[in-house]
């Protein structure tokens, strides 16, 4: 099974996946697409079995979608997210006002109509009211042309403020970021990857269905 896995971070929704894998009794190969190179040979180091592209995760998906069979994208959230309209003000430590990213949507609208397998487009609950309907779990949004189950995850965290905030979220996503050398903040990394367990859940719940109709039946949006 050939797993398209963009703006792939250090793969906190890819990290289970193996254990998915071995339970079903087939073979994964993931292509993780991440822009920060760091972050590149940061998930390469942890899944050295994937293939790390450096590149734009959403030209890659236009060039090579028909590739693959299912699809998980993450495209940044801080454009539509409720902290970033709540912090836009005067101050240096304040947010500028800006057009929420419409990549997010142009993805979900392409997979809706040529991807032929399945797909997940994750991200954090916007400000606004979604333009497209999506399956809320917790604090996030899922599109996916695949129903969810209505828990993701039993895991929950308290991730307190400063240094406690950023070393429990290491410790929740089982990450090091010791070793990060990039120019994003260290905090904001651990703060936007997906709980594993909800990556684990959701891949197991495509791959019933992909099991069940044997690639070539979904059921879109229920």
Known sequence: MKILNLYSCLGGNRYKWDEVAKEAGIELQVTAVELDPELA??????????????????????????????????????????L????????????????????????????????????????????????????????????TNFNLPN??????????TGVNEFNNLCDFHQIDLSSYKGTQRKDKIARNLVDYEAGRTILETALGIIRKSNVNQTELFQ
Request: aromatic residues 16%; contains cysteine.
């Open 84 to 143: 970033r309209k709540t912090n836009t003000g005067e101050g240096e430590r304040q947010s500028k006002a800006s057009y929420p990213d419409m990549k997010l949507y142009q993805e979900i609208i392409f997979l809706e109509h040529f991807f032929k397998g399945m797909f997940c487009v994750e991200n954090v609950i916007s400000y606004y009211n979604p333009l497209i309907e999506p399956k809320k779990r917790k604090r996030h949004y899922y599109w």
């Open 151 to 160: 828990v993701l995850t039993d895991r929950d965290i308290k991730v307190g």
């Open 41 to 82: 040979r940061m998930y390469q180091e942890r899944f050295p079995n994937d293939i790390v592209v450096v590149a734009d995760a959403h030209q890659y998906l236009l060039d090579h979608y028909k590739e693959f069979d299912f699809a998980w994208s993450s495209p940044p959230c801080p454009t539509h997210s409720r």
